[in-house]
């Protein structure tokens, strides 16, 4: 089908960079909430973004601290470097890929208790929790990643983007899809952090966060 072109003027839409380094003094217009936020745990500074670990969790029907962006092609790779030391064992912080409250992937790092800190692949299917994947991880610097192959997801971990490794390859994506999850604004991606029931005064603090298609 064609239509004759409207006599104005071209107004093409600028592409932000495919890296956010947290360097302006306000969110960009591509990051979202999970419900509406009644107070501020979040902060920009020294090109940071630092999120506040709360109790409320993204299993649940509140605003957890998260704060994400949507996935836009079948074929992308979304990447993260976070500076976070768990106080406690109830404490976790990273990467989410969602769909809602009852499906999703947590790639977090968690905090210590009996066992050093480790880095977990959390699935959520249907609002049951299962560790899908798990390794120690002593240092609080870590770089995070999930790359999107069609019905596949992969994450992985590492001290830099040039050294990664996976923590769990191929792993159903259609969690996240609206015919198994039955939601309706597509799958979600970004940085998440709670003290899962717990008051905490901990936070989180997010270097800079890279969406890309390939």
Not at 1 to 21: G, T
Not at 34 to 56: A, C, D, G, V
Not at 93 to 116: C, E, S, W
Not at 152 to 172: A, P
Request: charged fraction near 25%; glycine fraction near 6%; hydrophobic fraction near 40%.
């Amino acid at each position: 089908m064609e239509d004759k072109f409207p006599n104005l003027p071209e107004s093409p839409v600028a592409l932000l960079p495919a890296r956010d380094d947290f360097d302006t003094d306000s969110l960009r217009f591509c990051w979202n909430f999970l419900r509406t936020p009644f107070e501020r745990w979040y902060e920009l500074k020294n090109s940071r973004l630092y999120i506040n670990l709360r109790p409320q969790k993204a299993t649940e029907l509140v605003n957890p601290s998260l704060i994400a962006r949507r996935v836009e092609d079948h074929r992308f790779k979304a990447i993260t470097s976070m500076n976070f030391k768990p106080s406690s064992v109830n404490e976790e912080a990273g990467m989410i890929i969602m769909q809602n409250d009852r499906f999703q992937y947590r790639l977090v790092l968690v905090g210590k208790g009996k066992t050093p800190q480790e880095l977990r692949l959390i699935l959520v299917k249907d609002g049951k929790e299962e560790i899908l994947a798990r390794v120690p991880y002593k240092i609080n610097e870590v770089v995070l990643a999930v790359q999107g192959d069609g019905l596949k997801y992969s994450f992985l971990y590492g001290t830099s983007e040039d050294q990664l490794e996976f923590l769990g390859k191929d792993v159903d994506a259609t969690v996240c899809s609206t015919n198994v999850a039955k939601g309706f604004i597509g799958p979600f991606v970004g940085m998440y952090a709670s003290s899962n029931g717990k008051v905490s005064k901990n936070k989180a603090a997010f270097d800079w966060f890279s969406y890309s298609k390939y």
